[in-house]
């Protein structure tokens, strides 16, 4: 007989991890997610489809967030995807754990009575850490919840490339999902530390396209073998998808974005101006808000366009979102910076040809002159050429849609998603 072969090396809190063979399809047990999300986007759009492919296969999950992440609708959702109320950790960045805190209640205490200021050095010392040694802070901030739970398998998800690099400093398995991409060199030191934890086992890198894959490679120092490209999902409408639309009336544009610098409201609004002054029957409907909305709300009255151009605000309701996918005709995304574009993929699973611009992942996503047309981005008049285009040939937008929509069904699938997935966390598992 084989003698038993020992485990060897501990992970989390003392928690013994027996180093046996295992065949690859066994899956961690336990996995502690970190996201990073706001009130809709990409990224927690990624993050529900990682709960539910974990309640798929049955994988306890925990989940580490911020107080304004955990409202009451998403509370609600985290009972839906089978997140339990105990595995729910809630921890401000300014409580880096309950030691430092009992000693910074203590010296409040303290300095009310004695009229001191004892308790400032306390805070001095933990924005410092934030500021200077964001990494630490990381680790400080996950430490309790990774002490508590004790998880197989530690994922981070982020819109930011350098943030969150302090929690894979703990010892098991981590996987860093990112959503986006470092467009110039971070400094020397974070370069080095993800460097450095990119050449550790079981330390992992993910992203969404080979663009965002080259640049995290380059800016962020992150070594080649530790990064993989699995890109997002379309989210399946809960009714059948629509047919394409080849006679909408009135023929509509559709955006879904953040209303933000780097999405590019302004090439949007040229473009919109222009072709609604050719084809007054035209429609362009932006859903969603930023800190560009009001200001764009405001230009578009000023310049008495209302009745054609449209920005209703964010939407939460997917039904009504799903209608406004089936009055669309195309599909539009001028944005400056896109790792890949969840709502591109959308739009195309939707039967929707799509106008985007050369950026990031986009074309990675729209074959240009296949399933859309890929423009310069702030090329306005390249991206009114092309909306007229398709907007004037129903054929051509029946034909470019399908084209989309099989596109979409064959890569960007979540069941293609989750087969991914699943097989890096058995390959890091094990």
């Known amino acids: 007989m084989r003698p038993p072969v020992r485990g060897r090396w501990r992970h989390g809190r003392g928690r013994p991890f027996r180093n046996r063979r295992m065949s690859s399809d066994i899956l961690p047990k336990r996995v502690l997610v970190v996201p990073e999300y706001d009130t809709f986007g990409g990224t927690l759009t990624f993050f529900l489809q990682l709960l539910q492919m974990h309640q798929q296969h049955g994988i306890r999950t925990a989940v580490l967030v ?42 409040k205490r303290l300095d009310t009575r004695l009229g001191t200021k004892f308790e400032y050095p306390i805070y001095a010392v933990r924005g410092k850490l934030q500021q200077h040694v964001p990494q630490l802070y990381d680790w400080l901030f996950a430490r309790h919840a990774v002490s508590a739970f004790r998880p197989d398998l530690i994922v981070t998800i982020n819109g930011d490339p350098g943030s969150r690099l302090g929690v894979m400093l703990f010892g098991c398995p981590t996987i860093n999902v990112i959503q986006t991409y470092p467009t110039t060199q971070l400094q020397s030191g974070l370069r080095r530390l993800a460097n450095w934890i990119s050449r550790r086992p079981r330390k992992h890198f993910v992203t969404v396209s080979r663009f965002s894959a080259n640049l995290i490679q380059q800016n962020l120092g992150v070594n080649a073998h530790a990064i993989s490209v699995i890109p997002n999902s379309y989210r399946p409408p809960d009714a059948p998808l629509p047919l394409p639309n080849t006679a909408s009336t009135p023929p509509t544009v559709l955006t879904i974005a953040h209303m933000n610098d780097y999405k590019d409201p302004e090439t949007w609004f040229a473009v919109a101006q222009r072709i609604v002054q050719q084809q007054p029957n035209t429609r362009f409907v932006w859903l969603g808000n930023g800190h560009l909305y009001d200001a764009m709300c405001e230009r ?38 896109e790792s ?25 996503s729209v074959l240009d002159g296949e ?23 129903a054929d051509l937008r029946c034909r470019m849609g399908e084209a989309g929509r099989q596109r979409a069904q064959a890569t960007l699938s979540f069941a293609a998603q989750m087969r991914q997935y699943m097989a890096l966390y058995a390959k890091l598992f094990n």
Request: with cysteine; hydrophobic share 45%; proline share 7%.
């Open 340 to 364: 890949q574009g969840i709502a591109v993929a959308d739009a195309m699973a939707r039967g929707l040809p799509c106008v985007v611009s050369n950026v990031g992942g986009l074309p990675e």
């Open 66 to 107: 911020q107080p304004r992440q955990a409202g009451p609708d998403m509370l609600a959702r985290f009972a839906e995807l089978g997140v339990q109320p105990s595995d729910i950790y809630v921890q401000t960045w300014g409580a880096v754990g309950p030691r430092v805190r009992r000693i910074a209640q203590t010296l």
């Open 300 to 337: 578009i009255r000023a310049a008495g366009l209302a009745a054609q151009l449209i920005a209703p605000g964010y939407i939460n309701d997917q039904r009504e979102l799903e209608r406004h996918y089936a009055a669309a005709s195309v599909y539009y995304q001028p944005s400056l910076i």
């Open 371 to 393: 399933t859309g047309y890929v423009c310069p981005a702030r090329d306005a008049e390249a991206m009114s050429t092309r909306l007229l285009a398709l907007l004037n040939d």
